[in-house]
C-alpha cells in the first residue's frame, strides 16, 4: 500500500505492507482525508510531539471497513466510518493521557490503517467520504465550541479556517446570528453566501472588537469560537462586552498581538473555556445533529493522494474557502 511520511518537513511517499488487524482492530481502506493546521505545524516541527520517527501525517479520515479482527463487534466488512480524532477518548473528562494522529502514532495519509473498533464512528448515507473526512478535526471543534449556544444568541467566528466555517454553518442551524472575520472583499461574500448575518474585515479594521459592539447594538457577542489567540485575543474581549460571554479558546492562528490586560479579562465577566477536539461521544452527536439540521461541508478542493505535497501547498497558501481534501481511488 501507499503511504506518506513526513521526513525532515517533507512529505515522503513509500509502499508498506497493509497492515493485519489485531484483535479489537478494524482495517480501514481510507477513501478521503483532510488537512487541518496542526498538520502544518507538526511537518513544521512546530507542534507538540511525543513520538519520534518518521510518522504517517493527518487526523482526519474516511473510509470503509476492509477486514475486522478478531472480537470486533462494533463493525463489519463494508462498513462506511469515519475517525474520532482522539483515538482513547470515548466519553466524559479528558483522559490523562492522549496520543494524537501524527504527531504521537501513525495518521491516516495511507490507504489502509487498522486501528481499535473504539476509535471510529459510522458514517452516515447522507455524508460522501470527501465529507466526512472534513469533520474528526474541525466540524468536532466547532461543535465542542459551540455547546449551549441558544438560538438568538450572537456567535463571532474569526477568519475563514475550517474551524471557523464550521461554527458558522452550525451556529446557523442552531439558530444563532453569526458575526464573521476575514481578510479579503472576496472572502467576505463567500461568508454572507453561506449565511454571515455581519461580516467585518479585519484588515481593514483593526478594532474590530469595537466593531461587533456596534453591530449589536453595544452589548457584544455571546459566543467567541477564538481561533486567533495572541493575535486576536484582545479584540476577542472587547468583542465580548460586559455581559459575561464565554470565549471557546480553540486556536492561535494569528501569530502575535498586544498582550491580554487582567482587567479588560475581568470587567468583561467572560469565561475562557478551552477547547481539546472533542470525544467520540462529540462525534457521534455532531453526527446526529446534522442527520436533522445537515450543513455540506465547504471543501475547497480535492487532490489524489499522490498529490499530498501539492495539497499542503494549497493550504498552506491560505488563499483556500473551505477545506483541502485529498482522496484515494
Ligand atoms: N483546541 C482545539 O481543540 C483545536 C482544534 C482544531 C484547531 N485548533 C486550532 O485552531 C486554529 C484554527 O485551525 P484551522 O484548522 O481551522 O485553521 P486554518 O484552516 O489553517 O485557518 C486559516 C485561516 O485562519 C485565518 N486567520 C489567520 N490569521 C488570522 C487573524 N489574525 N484573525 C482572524 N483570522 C485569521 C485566515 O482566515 P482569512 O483568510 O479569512 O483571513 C486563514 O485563512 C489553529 O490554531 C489550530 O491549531 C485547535
Redesign the pocket.
Known sequence: MRVHRAESGRLVRREEPVPEPQRGEVLVRVRATSL???DL?ILDGDHFTNASGALIPLSDAAGEVAAVGEGVTRFATGDRVLNAFHSNWIAGRLPDALVGYGNGRDGWLAEYRAVSEHALVALPDSLTYEQGATLP??AV?AWTSLAGVRPGDVVLT???????LFALQLAKTLGARVVA????PE?AAKLTELGADTVID?RATPEWGKAVLDTTGGRGADRIVE???P??FAQSLVAAGTHHAEIAL?????AEGPPVEFMDLFRSGATVRK???GSREDTEDLLRQLAVRPIEPVVDSVFAFDDAPAALER?RS?ENFGKVVLTSA
Open positions: 487541518n493546521y496542526r505545524l478535526c474541525a471543534t474569526l477568519g475563514t479556517g475550517g474551524v471557523s472575520t476575514t481578510s479579503s472572502k479585519y481561533v486567533g489567540g493575535g486576536t480553540v486556536g492561535f492562528v494569528g477547547i481539546w477536539v493550504f491560505r
